[in-house]
């Protein structure tokens, strides 16, 4: 461990003395093929690489895995508010419809995807089904499959729980009647609803 420091130290104090060297000796050589900025630039990158392997090295294993745990926390938190973002941009607010017939919706997207996105996408909407299956998404999501009943149906309606609404669903079954609220995101596999309530 302590090696990998004091190399640290030796590359920092080359770097050190290259870059004076190319200014009270700007005629050496090396100065006059590498300029003195790209030198130093150079071993200045190489210092750093240094010492971020040192770093690394002097990690506990318990460290190490708090680490990784962290970083992975942070990479679904910015994947998140990513999708959160997206899914702002692409969706403009427009006034809520009654309650939707829910064969109706299906039968819409199945039709003409571009239609149906004209009259429901970026509605809140009320629609009433069966629960077809309740599960959570890659970015730990809650979301309900609200089905017609039918074997077999593709598309069916995903609906992602807002904050809050996942309490409601943890007493639900596959095969009982459901009512959600919630706004249309459009057609991707399944007709998406997010911020969706369970009445």
Do not use: H
């Not at 050496?28 to 300029?35: F, N």
Request: glycine share 6%; net charge positive; with cysteine.
């Amino acid at each position: 461990m302590a090696l990998l420091f004091e190399l640290v130290a030796v590359i920092a104090g080359l770097t050190c003395m290259y870059y004076f060297a190319g200014l009270l000796f700007p005629k050496l050589p090396l100065v006059r093929t590498l300029t003195r900025a790209r030198l130093f630039t150079f071993l200045s990158l190489i210092t750093m690489i240094a010492s971020v392997f040192a770093w690394d090295a002097s990690l506990t294993p318990d460290e190490r895995r708090e680490l990784k745990q962290r970083r992975e926390v942070e990479k679904r938190q910015a994947e998140q508010a990513a999708a959160q973002r997206a899914s702002a941009r692409m969706v403009t607010e427009k006034p809520a419809l009654p309650e939707i017939d829910l064969q109706v919706l299906l039968a819409a997207y199945k039709n003409n995807e571009l239609s149906a996105d004209s009259r429901f996408k970026g509605r809140l909407i009320q629609l009433t089904g069966i629960v077809g299956d309740v599960k959570k998404d890659i970015l730990n999501n809650a979301y309900i499959i609200v089905t017609t009943g039918s074997r077999f149906e593709v598309p069916t309606v995903q609906c992602t729980l807002a904050r809050g609404a996942e309490t409601r669903a943890e007493y639900l079954n596959k095969g009982e009647r459901v009512t959600v609220r919630g706004t249309v995101m459009g057609l991707f596999w399944n007709v998406q609803m997010k911020d969706c309530q369970i009445l």
